[in-house]
């Protein structure tokens, strides 16, 4: 799934990484800038974006009761465009038909 920025123009992409036996993976290609990895289980909104090694922002719903909520915590300030707009598309590709 494509990201635009206001103008039209492509500033990201959001692919499913291969297939992982243990956890999911998904990867953020970001035109300007480097990629941005999501790991765990994003089908339970239980998941981290990570800039190579360090983590930078965790989804997540077990701070909420109610159901189909999640928090979306961002720890820079540079990601947070990208990361916002990449949780809205894992959520759309994660649970489509929904």
């Given at each position: 799934?494509e990201i635009d920025d206001?103008?039209?123009?492509?500033?990201?992409?959001?692919?499913?990484?291969?297939?992982?036996?243990?956890?999911?993976?998904?990867?953020?290609?970001?035109?300007?800038?480097?990629?941005?990895?999501?790991?765990?289980?994003v089908l339970d909104h239980?998941?981290?974006?990570?800039?190579?090694?360090?983590?930078?922002?965790?989804?997540?719903?077990?701070?909420?009761?109610?159901?189909?909520?999640?928090?979306v915590e961002v720890a820079?300030?540079?990601?947070?465009?990208?990361?916002?707009?990449?949780?809205?598309?894992?959520?759309?590709?994660?649970?489509?038909?929904?």
């Amino acid at each position: 799934m494509e990201i635009d920025d206001g103008d039209g123009h492509r500033i990201a992409m959001v692919k499913k990484a291969l297939i992982d036996p243990l956890r999911e993976r998904w990867v953020v290609r970001i035109e300007e800038g480097p990629d941005l990895d999501i790991q765990d289980n994003v089908l339970d909104h239980e998941y981290t974006f990570h800039d190579g090694r360090t983590p930078i922002a965790t989804v997540s719903k077990k701070w909420f009761r109610i159901a189909d909520t999640y928090g979306v915590e961002v720890a820079s300030d540079q990601y947070r465009v990208f990361v916002l707009a990449t949780t809205v598309a894992v959520d759309e590709m994660a649970h489509d038909g929904r």
